[in-house]
């Protein structure tokens, strides 16, 4: 059973490094809002996708879950596409973390260009469905 207020604080703690300055809990454990510096490249809701795919790596012990895989195979010729572009986010999030934010430490450590991971990054902005790529 995961101590929720340890994984905030953790949590936290990371986001940090991405330009999360503060951010508000709910009782049940739901991020209420966030305070962001000028160089944070996160909105709230991808903020949030990152909250939820946290609780799901702490509990699972996997980012990319059953019901992933039967969700990407719903869809005809889609599957390999949808996962693959699950697990390069998972990457980029993870190197944007280890840089601190900083794309082009990110993108060298990944072996990405610098133009493809800030493509992938706005990208997961304009998504709608960011939850499914973090």
Known sequence: MLNIKVEQAYFTDHVKALGVLKIDWTENGSIQSIQRDTTCIFRF??????????????????????????????????????????????????????????????????????????????GVKSNSSVRAAA
């Open 45 to 122: 809701d991808q903020v949030e996708a990152l909250w939820d795919t946290w609780l799901k790596a702490k509990t699972s012990g996997i980012v990319l879950c059953e019901n992933d895989i039967e969700s990407a195979i719903a869809v005809e010729g889609t599957a390999v596409k949808k996962i693959l572009s699950h697990i390069e986010m998972a990457i980029i999030q993870k190197a944007l973390i280890f840089s601190k934010g900083n794309q082009r430490l990110a993108a060298d450590q990944i072996g990405m260009s610098r133009t493809k991971l800030g493509y992938r990054v706005r």
